[in-house]
């Protein structure tokens, strides 16, 4: 069985910068994708940024030139890293992660940009 454990949500500040961490742990042979989703009150949840197993990335384009999408395969993690954060950026953040079979939810974590 596969778990995942979120970290690194806060409260920032206009133009700050946050930094996502997605772990996954338990019965992995292999990941393929590794994405990251986020849903802001009153909205459906929308694909942020995804991973491949071979890197290649894919950006909303509300997002695009301010976040990044990053693995570390050693340790079964994704990275998300937040910059010129915006008001609009606020929601809670989840990731999600497929492998062969399988897929799985991170619990989400809540991002804050306000002043």
């Known amino acids: 069985q596969v778990q995942l454990v979120e970290s690194g949500g806060g409260l920032v500040q206009p133009g700050g910068s946050l930094r996502l961490s997605c772990a996954a742990s338990?019965?992995?042979?292999?990941?393929?994708?590794m994405n990251w989703y986020r849903q802001a009150p009153g909205k459906e949840r929308e694909l942020v940024a995804s991973?491949?197993?071979?890197?290649?990335?894919n950006y909303a384009d509300s997002v695009k030139g301010r976040f990044t999408i990053s693995r570390d395969n050693a340790k079964n993690t994704v990275y998300l890293q937040m910059n010129s954060l915006k008001p609009e950026d606020t929601a809670v953040y989840y990731c999600?992660?497929?492998?062969?079979?399988?897929?799985?939810w991170g619990q989400g974590t809540q991002v804050t940009v306000s002043s």
């Open positions: 999600y992660v497929a492998g062969s079979g399988w897929s799985i």
């Open positions: 338990g019965s992995i042979l292999s990941i393929n994708a």
């Open positions: 991973i491949s197993s071979g890197s290649r990335t």
